[in-house]
């Protein structure tokens, strides 16, 4: 399964990268890219390869903000639950004899 999915993520990046040779090559034409703070004079190109890594970045960010964190942390939960109750088995198979302090305490 992890040669399988070795030779995928290949052949995924070979086509990506060949992609973006084709995409840089054809738009080498100077474009002006006019943000409120400042100009950014760039190929059409690269401007369209910086928005799909932004996109990307920023899908990635919100995936994780979204998915991953909560799941993670429901994770350690449930693993603190579960070592909370292996403890108390321990303890309680560690000392099966013993009294109730209540009654004890009568």
Do not use: C, D
């Not at 990046?13 to 060949?18: A, E, F, G, N, W």
């Not at 990307?56 to 994770?75: C, D, F, H, Q, Y």
Request: cysteine-free; aromatic content about 10%.
């Amino acid at each position: 399964m992890k040669t399988i999915k070795k030779t995928f993520v290949i052949i995924l990046v070979v086509i990506l990268l060949s992609f973006i040779i084709t995409l840089s090559a054809l738009n080498m034409e100077a474009s002006e890219l006019n943000m409120y703070f400042f100009k950014l004079n760039a190929s059409l190109g690269f401007i369209v390869l910086m928005t799909l890594i932004a996109g990307v970045v920023v899908g990635t960010l919100i995936s994780w903000l979204m998915w991953l964190w909560p799941a993670n942390r429901e994770k350690r939960h449930w693993q603190r639950q579960y070592n909370q109750l292996k403890q108390q088995s321990v303890n309680k198979s560690s000392n099966p004899h013993t009294v109730n302090p209540q009654i004890e305490s009568k």
